[in-house]
C-alpha cells in the first residue's frame, strides 16, 4: 500500500510538471508523420494478466508490431525523425505514467514483457518477476537493458523482488536519470523476425 502510494504520488507530481511537454510533443508527433499521437501495446502485468502499455508513437504506422525493436531487420527504417529524438531521450515512455496511475505498472519494477515473449516469462516464473507489478523503469534496465541476455534479465528481475522497498526503488530512479542522460543499454536493429504481421 506505501509503495502504490508513493506510485501516485509521484505520478501525479510528474503529469502536472511534465504536461506542457506532453503538449508539445504531441503536437509534433502529429505534425510530422500520420497516425496516432499514442502507441498501444499488449504487455503482461501483475500475475501474467494482460493490459495495454501507453507510448509515443515513435514508428511508422506500417512497423511490424508486437516485435521488439532490437529484434527488426533494420529497424531505421521505421523510426520517425521525432521518434528518433524521443527513443535517445527515453521520452516516448512518458504516457505509460497513466499507466501507473491506472494501478497496472509501477515506478519501478520489471519491464512489462509482450504478450509473446513466452521464453522471458517462463524464466521470470522461476524468481516470482511476474507476480509483481511491472515498471517504468527497473533493476535490470539499469543494470543492461537490451543488451542483456533473458536468463540474466530474469534473474536481475527476481534480484529486484527479493530487495523491493521504497530505498531500493529510491536508488533505481536515482540510477535510472543517469543511465537515460547517458543512454545507457539501447539497441536497435539487430536481428531478423521474418513473417511478422504487420500494423494495420
Known sequence: MVKRLFDIILSLIGLIIL???FIILILVIKLESRGPVLFKQKRVGINKTYFNIYKFRTMKIDTPIDTPTHLLENADQYI?????FLRKTSLDELPQILNILLGQMSIIGPRPALWNQFDLIKERD??????VLP???G???ING???LPIEIKAKLDGEYVRKMSLCFDAKCIFI???KVLKRDGIIEGIYTIPNV???K
Open 126 to 131: 522461476k524468481y516470482d518477476a511476474n507476480d
Open 80 to 84: 520517425t525523425k521525432v521518434g528518433r
Open 135 to 137: 515498471g517504468l523503469t
Open 145 to 147: 537493458r537490451d543488451e
Open 139 to 141: 533493476w535490470a534496465q
Open 197 to 199: 504481421k504487420r500494423e
Open 176 to 178: 535510472t536519470f543517469i
Open 19 to 21: 504536461s506542457p511537454i
